[in-house]
């Protein structure tokens, strides 16, 4: 039980991360994975020489090692939410079996798969 519990909040803290837009801040700028924004107030000149005017934008390639980063951590994220909804998935299943024998192969794959994410 305590398992599926931590799964769930794993899932949870993950979705929250991933729509996050506070990974890169600076004065009047915050950038998350996928979208960047920017104040009404915000100084400039702003990072990486961004022209746009204030609002949220779909994040792009302002430079090959950002852009590598953020790839990068976007798609470690996503892998390990994908991973912990499998493992959180097999330990639910093993929760509800009544067949110990398969209760064993549900948590023993549930295990293996929450090492891996």
């Known amino acids: 039980v305590i398992a599926f519990i931590c799964g769930l909040i794993v899932i949870i803290l993950m979705i929250m991360a991933l729509a996050s837009t506070d990974w890169l801040m600076a004065t009047g700028w915050r950038q998350g994975l996928f979208i960047h924004c920017i104040a009404e107030d915000a100084p400039t000149p702003l990072p990486f020489d961004m022209q746009d005017p204030p609002g949220c934008y779909q994040a792009r390639d ?25 493992a959180t998935l097999l330990t639910g299943l ?14 023993k794959i549930a295990v293996y798969v929450m090492v891996l994410s």
């Open 62 to 86: 302002v430079c090959k090692y950002v852009a590598s980063y953020i790839r990068a951590a976007a798609a470690l994220c996503i892998i390990t939410l994908i991973t912990d909804i499998v």
């Open 94 to 107: 093993g929760l509800r079996s009544k067949d110990h024998m398969k209760k064993y192969k549900y948590y």
